[in-house]
C-alpha cells in the first residue's frame, strides 16, 4: 500500500505540473504580446508560424473579370486559391513547424511590409492634406457663429433624435460615444469608441474647432464652413407622421439666415460647405406632398449653391458629396493608427466570406435574401451575422468586428439605400469589401477610396446574383492567393483615409478623413472662383442626371455601369 504522504506529494506534483502548463499555454497562444511595447517583432514570428498559411505577396495581374482569373505565375502555391489554403491549414494542424517554409516565407513578407509601411503611410498623409502648419495660404477657412437652435440646442434635445435607441449616450466624448475599453483584446486599449453612424456633424464641427487654419476675417478664407447639424434636425421628424412645415422649419430658417450675411453675398454661398451626418435622400424631398419622405434642404435655392456633404450622396445631382461614415475608431496619434494597421494585417482569417445584415423583404430588388441563402449554404467558409430580434448583434460593434477580422471578403448589398457604414467597418477590419453595384462606394467617396476599385474591392453585378447566375463562393473562391494579399494591402492602407482622429487631438503625420475631406472642399472652392474669373458659368454644365459618371470618368459617354442608375431601378430616389 502506498504512503499517503507520498500519494498527496504526487497529486500535487501533478497539480503543479498541470498549472504550470495550462499558464505556459495562456502565454503562448492566447496573451496578445502585440501590446507589449519592444515584443512585437519577437512575438509576430512566433504567433505566425503557428498560424494559418498566408498568401504570398508575389502580386500578379487578374483580369478584372473573377470568373476569368488565371494567374501567370508557375510556381504552384501561387495557382491555388484561397479555400485551399483555409482547408490545409485545417487539414494539417500537428504539421512539425520547423518543416513549414511555406508558412513561415509569408510571415517575413508580411513583416516587410510593416516595415515598409510607416515611412508610406507618413508620405500618403503629407500628399492628403497634411501641409506644414505655418503654411496657411490657401487653407483659410472661416466658420459661421450659428445661433444654437441650429446645432448646440439639437444635442441637448437627443432624446428626441430616434424612435428606437437613447442617442444621448451616443453624444458623449464630442460625439465619439462611450468608451469601449478593449474586451476580449478585439480592439487596442485606447481609442475604440460605440460611435453612431449619424454623429458625424458632432464628430466633424469639434474637429474643425481644432482646424490649424481657422480665420475669423472671412475676407481671407478660402472657404466658409455652415456648422449646421442638418441630419439631426431632421433625425427628429423622419418617423412619427410630421407634416411638411414641421420637417423644413428649420431648414427654411437656416437658408433665411444665410442670405443675411455679408459672407454669404461674396459668392451667393457658393464657398460654403455644410455636413449633413445623414444620406442624402433625407434632405431632398421634391414633391410637396405629406406622403413623401424627409425635408427639402438641398433642392432649396440657397443650398443648390453650398457644397453639402453627406454619407452618401445622390449620382444624379452636383450638389452633395459623399463622406466617410463614422467608424467605432478614432485614434488620437500617429502610433495607433499604424499599431493597429499592423493588428490586423497579422489577423488569422479563417472565414472566405461574411454578411452582417437583415433582409430587406419590403424592397422589391433587394438581393440581400440571395445573399444569405448562399452564405448557409457555403457553410463554414461564410459567415453570417443576422441583424434580428432583441438581441441584435450588428448594433455591438465586438461581435462585427470580430466577424469581420476573420474574414477575407466582407460582403456589402445595398440595403435601404445604396450605401452602408458596414463598407467602412470592414475596411477597418482590414476586410476585402464586396459590392454587387458601383453605388454602394466607386461613385460616391472620390475623395477618399482610389478610382481603380480593382486594387482594393470586388465588383459582383446584383442582377447575376438576383438571377441566380453567380455563386459568390466560387468567384471568391478563384481569385489567387497572391491578388488577395495585394488587395488587403491596399485595404489596410485605406485605414487611415476612413477614419475621423480623436477631435481632442491631432494626428502629426496622417491625413484622416476629415483632412481629406477639407482638402476636397479647398480645391472645389479654388475651382469654382477659377470659373467665375474666367467668366464661366458656376452650376453644373452638364445634365445632372448623368453627374455620376462625370464625376467619376470625366465624360458623360455610354458607360457598361449606365443600367446601374436608371432611376426606375430605384423607387424614392
Known amino acids: 500500500m502506498d504512503n499517503p504522504i507520498s500519494t498527496r506529494c504526487r497529486s500535487h506534483f501533478w497539480l503543479v505540473v498541470f498549472t504550470l502548463f495550462v499558464f505556459w499555454y495562456i502565454l503562448l497562444y492566447v496573451y496578445d504580446w502585440s501590446s507589449v511595447p519592444g515584443l512585437t517583432?519577437?512575438?509576430?514570428?512566433?504567433?505566425?508560424?503557428?498560424?494559418?498559411?498566408?498568401?504570398?505577396?508575389?502580386?500578379?495581374?487578374?483580369?478584372s473579370n473573377p470568373n476569368s482569373v488565371t494567374s501567370t505565375k508557375q510556381d504552384s502555391n501561387a495557382s491555388r486559391n484561397v479555400t485551399d489554403v483555409i482547408m490545409e491549414e485545417e487539414e494539417k494542424p500537428t504539421k512539425n513547424i520547423s518543416s513549414q517554409k511555406d508558412w513561415i516565407e509569408p510571415v517575413d513578407q508580411i513583416q516587410a511590409l510593416e516595415k515598409e509601411s510607416e515611412p508610406l503611410l507618413r508620405r500618403n498623409g503629407a500628399e492628403n492634406g497634411n501641409e506644414p502648419k505655418e503654411s496657411c495660404a490657401g487653407r483659410y477657412i472661416y466658420v459661421h457663429d450659428l445661433p444654437t437652435q441650429f446645432n448646440d440646442d439639437l444635442v441637448?434635445?437627443?432624446?428626441?433624435?430616434?424612435?428606437?435607441?437613447?442617442?444621448?449616450?451616443?453624444?458623449?466624448?464630442?460625439?465619439?460615444?462611450?468608451?469601449?475599453?478593449?474586451?476580449?483584446?478585439?480592439?487596442?486599449?485606447?481609442?475604440?469608441?460605440?460611435?453612431?453612424?449619424?454623429?458625424?456633424?458632432?464628430?466633424?464641427?469639434?474637429?474643425?474647432k481644432q482646424y490649424e487654419c481657422l480665420t475669423n476675417d472671412s475676407s481671407k478664407a478660402s472657404a466658409v464652413f455652415v456648422p449646421y447639424y442638418a441630419g439631426l434636425d431632421i433625425a427628429r421628424y423622419l418617423w412619427g407622421g410630421f407634416n411638411m412645415s414641421t420637417r423644413d422649419k428649420t431648414s427654411l430658417d437656416m437658408a433665411r439666415?444665410?442670405?443675411?450675411k455679408p459672407e454669404w453675398k461674396a459668392m451667393r454661398g457658393r464657398d460654403h460647405f455644410l455636413v449633413a451626418g445623414r444620406i442624402t435622400w433625407d434632405f431632398r424631398?421634391?414633391?410637396?406632398?405629406?406622403?413623401?419622405?424627409?425635408?427639402?434642404?438641398?433642392?432649396?435655392?440657397?443650398?443648390?449653391?453650398?457644397?453639402?456633404?453627406?454619407?452618401?450622396?445622390?449620382?444624379?445631382?452636383?450638389?452633395?458629396?459623399?463622406?466617410?461614415?463614422?467608424?467605432?475608431?478614432h485614434p488620437s496619434n500617429d502610433?495607433?493608427?499604424?499599431?493597429?494597421?499592423?493588428?490586423?494585417?497579422?489577423?488569422?482569417?479563417?472565414?472566405l466570406f461574411s454578411f452582417a445584415g437583415a433582409p430587406r423583404p419590403n424592397i422589391e430588388d433587394s438581393i440581400r435574401g440571395e445573399i444569405m441563402d448562399q452564405c448557409i449554404s457555403a457553410q463554414r467558409r461564410c459567415k453570417l451575422l443576422e441583424c434580428k430580434n432583441d438581441k441584435n448583434k450588428c448594433e455591438k460593434p465586438l461581435y462585427v468586428m470580430k466577424v469581420f477580422q476573420s474574414s477575407i471578403f466582407c460582403l456589402?448589398?445595398?440595403?435601404?439605400?445604396?450605401?452602408?457604414?458596414?463598407?467602412?467597418?470592414?475596411?477597418?477590419?482590414?476586410?476585402?469589401?464586396?459590392?454587387?453595384?458601383?453605388?454602394?462606394?466607386?461613385?460616391?467617396?472620390?475623395?477618399?477610396?482610389?478610382?481603380?476599385?480593382?486594387?482594393?474591392?470586388?465588383l459582383i453585378p446584383e442582377d447575376d446574383v438576383k438571377e441566380k447566375k453567380v455563386n459568390i463562393e466560387k468567384v471568391l473562391n478563384q481569385i489567387p492567393k497572391s491578388k488577395v494579399l495585394a488587395m488587403r494591402e491596399e485595404v489596410i492602407r485605406l485605414i487611415p483615409k476612413v477614419i475621423y482622429a480623436d477631435p481632442r487631438s491631432i494626428l502629426e503625420k496622417l491625413a484622416d478623413a476629415f483632412d481629406i475631406t477639407v482638402k476636397g472642399v479647398l480645391e472645389r472652392m479654388e475651382m469654382l472662383?477659377?470659373?467665375?474669373?474666367?467668366?464661366?458659368?458656376?452650376?453644373?454644365?452638364?445634365?445632372?442626371?448623368?453627374?455620376?459618371?462625370?464625376?467619376?470618368?470625366g465624360t458623360v459617354d455610354k458607360h457598361d455601369w449606365d443600367h446601374f442608375f436608371l432611376r426606375t431601378d430605384r423607387g424614392r430616389y
Request: charged share 20%; proline share 6%.
Open 156 to 208: 441637448k434635445q437627443c432624446k428626441s433624435l430616434s424612435r428606437w435607441s437613447d442617442m444621448c449616450q451616443y453624444m458623449i466624448n464630442m460625439g465619439l460615444g462611450p468608451d469601449l475599453g478593449n474586451p476580449q483584446r478585439v480592439f487596442l486599449p485606447t481609442g475604440w469608441f460605440s460611435t453612431n453612424q449619424f454623429s458625424l456633424e458632432l464628430i466633424f464641427h469639434n474637429r474643425m
Open 529 to 553: 472662383r477659377r470659373g467665375i474669373r474666367e467668366g464661366k458659368n458656376s452650376s453644373f454644365d452638364i445634365d445632372e442626371e448623368y453627374s455620376w459618371k462625370y464625376n467619376l470618368f
Open 285 to 329: 424631398r421634391v414633391i410637396d406632398e405629406e406622403s413623401v419622405w424627409g425635408n427639402k434642404l438641398m433642392v432649396l435655392p440657397e443650398f443648390k449653391n453650398v457644397t453639402m456633404l453627406t454619407i452618401e450622396s445622390s449620382p444624379w445631382n452636383s450638389n452633395d458629396f459623399a463622406i466617410p461614415y463614422p467608424t467605432y475608431f
Open 335 to 351: 502610433n495607433e493608427v499604424i499599431q493597429w494597421q499592423n493588428k490586423v494585417r497579422r489577423q488569422r482569417r479563417r472565414i
Open 257 to 260: 439666415w444665410l442670405r443675411e
Open 412 to 458: 456589402q448589398p445595398s440595403g435601404d439605400s445604396f450605401t452602408r457604414r458596414s463598407t467602412f467597418d470592414s475596411i477597418l477590419a482590414g476586410c476585402i469589401p464586396v459590392f454587387f453595384s458601383p453605388g454602394s462606394a466607386y461613385v460616391q467617396y472620390l475623395w477618399h477610396l482610389p478610382r481603380d476599385f480593382n486594387k482594393y474591392s470586388v
Open 41 to 63: 517583432r519577437n512575438v509576430d514570428t512566433k504567433s505566425h508560424a503557428n498560424s494559418s498559411a498566408l498568401p504570398n505577396s508575389n502580386f500578379v495581374h487578374v483580369p
